[in-house]
T-cell receptor
């Protein structure tokens, strides 16, 4: 198994500002991902975090709004830029460890006022 | 594009078996069936996965029909801590590994 930690665990931010969320995995990682879970909804994949190169975004998500970095195998950051209240969500980091096992972090609960 | 259908909610008495169904009638030969659960305010937790054979681990059993168009997750002795949303997901091997598409899941409530 793997332990995934995220910082911060929660934050309250003002509209127009940006927040960077950090994700650290304690195991050998094959792939890393970022998901969003809006209130009362299921999880939606934002992007695949690629080591040393630009992330691969899903439809509806763009780099200018959600810049992602992955400087090494076990660490990634997601920035939520120019926030609005519609960005209030839980943001979850996920990692594939080994061949078929995928784990999730505890999430970062973001509230935008 | 969840590709699975689950009942929105189920109840189960504590100590009894919880059987959660999932329909994945369009599953293809290289797609696994994965089950995760999400306890309130936590990240999803991996439970089990399978391709075509039945699987069992310390948490649950996964029964996949012979035609692979449906499956059932079995929690043999449900406890109050098993109350969660359970997600059934089909996932393609290889290049799309890790890109999970979550549906609405089944809210399982275990009552005393």
């Amino acid at each position: 198994s793997a332990v995934i930690s995220q910082k911060p665990s929660r934050d309250i931010c003002q509209r127009g500002t940006s927040l960077t969320i950090q994700c650290q995995v304690d195991s050998q990682v094959t792939m890393m991902f970022w998901y969003r879970q809006q209130p009362g909804q299921s999880l939606t994949l934002i992007a695949t975090a690629n080591q040393g190169s630009e992330a691969t975004y899903e439809s509806g998500f763009v780099i200018d709004k959600f810049p992602i970095s992955r400087p090494n195998l076990t660490f990634s950051t997601l920035t939520v830029s120019n926030m609005s209240p519609e960005d209030s969500s839980i943001y979850l980091c996920s990692a594939v460890v080994g061949v078929n096992e995928q784990f999730f972090g505890p999430g970062t609960r973001l509230t935008v006022l | 594009d969840a590709k699975t259908t689950q009942p929105p909610s189920m109840d189960c008495a504590e100590g009894r078996a919880a059987n959660l169904p999932c329909n994945h009638s369009t599953i293809s030969g290289n797609e696994y069936v994965y089950w995760y659960r999400q306890i309130h305010s936590q990240g999803p937790q991996y439970i089990i996965h399978g391709l075509k054979n039945n699987e069992t681990n310390e948490m649950a059993s996964l029964i996949i029909t012979e035609d692979r168009k449906s499956s059932t997750l079995i929690l043999p002795h449900a406890t109050l801590r098993d109350t969660a949303v359970y997600y059934c997901i089909v996932r393609v091997r290889g290049s799309t590994l890790g890109r999970l598409y979550f549906g609405r899941g089944t809210q399982l409530t275990v009552w005393p």
